[in-house]
């Protein structure tokens, strides 16, 4: 039989039961008092993970949208002597058009 105080045991029971369900369990108190260290333990374990896959999300969030903007002024340079050009070729034909 298992030693329910024993940390592994508590570990793997969470493990099963995730993380939603380790905290109701710590909040309505079903943790026997040895269990519950170990349960606190697994959960701070799980939410510094969390927060480390987080913020790593957030500087790749943040590189893409660097790259995004780059890009983006890119565009409106190209698409600003696209616009420049159009206007000249439009004035030359108009010259064109009026000229006798």
Same mark, same amino acid.
């Given at each position: 039989m298992t030693n329910p105080y024993d940390s592994e045991a508590t570990n793997r029971l969470c493990d099963e039961l995730g993380v939603v369900e380790v905290r109701a369990r710590l909040i309505s108190g079903h943790?026997?008092?040895?269990?519950r260290t170990a349960a606190e333990a697994w959960l701070s374990r799980r939410?510094?993970?969390f927060k480390e896959r987080a913020a790593e999300r957030s +500087?790749?969030?943040?590189?893409?949208?660097?790259k995004a903007l780059s890009y983006s002024r890119l565009a409106t340079g190209v698409a600003t002597i696209a616009l420049i050009v159009s206007v000249i070729m439009a004035i030359q034909k108009l010259? +064109?058009?009026t000229s006798p």
């Open positions: 943790f026997h008092v040895g269990q939410d510094s993970a +500087e790749e969030s943040l590189s893409i949208s660097r010259v +064109e058009w």
